[in-house]
């Protein structure tokens, strides 16, 4: 281990939290081998939940109402079920299961039954989250990503990316008579 020492500089909690610099860490998850570690470090290195822009003021994470929004928007991630997941981050306050929050974009107060909390291929029903947690609620198409969730306030957060659709490759079938022969080569 002493060659790793030699090739890398220390760690620099500063130069890390800037962007400077990011750890390096050897291990196996597979083997079980060094996950310990990483995660170990993560919880020492973390940062706290920071304030976040809104269109109103700055939200800062230790306020009591709470404010969220929706960064990611997961379909059919249960194979047995044709189901939309929204992926909300806390930014202040508490959530609670089965509590009414304000959808600023729709002007709508919603309640949430079955709030989960994911690690690899494990979902549990989750009571309550912090700031900084992250809650997947079961959606019918109510959200978009950038939505905000609050108890009532009016505002929704800035900086949230917004992506409109890449064609990425186009395929040109030149004889229509052949249309049935993509779908035998590549599926459909």
């Known amino acids: 281990m002493d060659f790793i020492e030699d ?20 291990g196996s998850a597979l ?3 060094g996950v310990l570690e990483l995660l170990e470090t993560f919880l020492e290195i973390a940062p706290c939940p920071g ?24 379909a059919n991630l249960d194979p047995n079920h044709r189901d939309r997941i929204a992926f909300l981050r806390i930014c202040s306050g508490k959530f609670e299961r ?12 919603l309640r949430f039954s079955s709030p989960a909390s994911f690690m690899a291929n494990n979902k549990s029903i989750v009571e309550e989250a912090f700031p900084g947690d992250v809650v997947g609620l079961y959606d019918n198409g109510n959200f978009k990503i950038g939505d905000t969730l609050t108890e009532g306030e ?8 917004s992506f409109s659709p890449e064609i990425l490759k186009e395929v040109i079938n030149l004889d229509p008579m052949k249309t049935k022969q993509p779908e035998k080569e590549y599926g459909r």
Request: no cysteine.
């Open 7 to 26: 090739m890398f500089e220390t760690f620099n909690m500063s130069l890390y939290r800037e962007g400077y610099l990011a750890p390096l860490f050897f």
């Open 31 to 33: 083997n079980n081998f």
């Open 51 to 74: 304030p976040v822009e809104s269109s109103l003021r700055q939200i800062i994470p230790s306020e009591k109402q709470l404010t969220g929004f929706v960064f990611k928007i997961h």
């Open 98 to 109: 089965n509590k009414f929050f304000y959808h600023t974009r729709i002007k709508k107060n």
């Open 154 to 161: 009016e505002l929704y957060f800035q900086g949230v990316p």
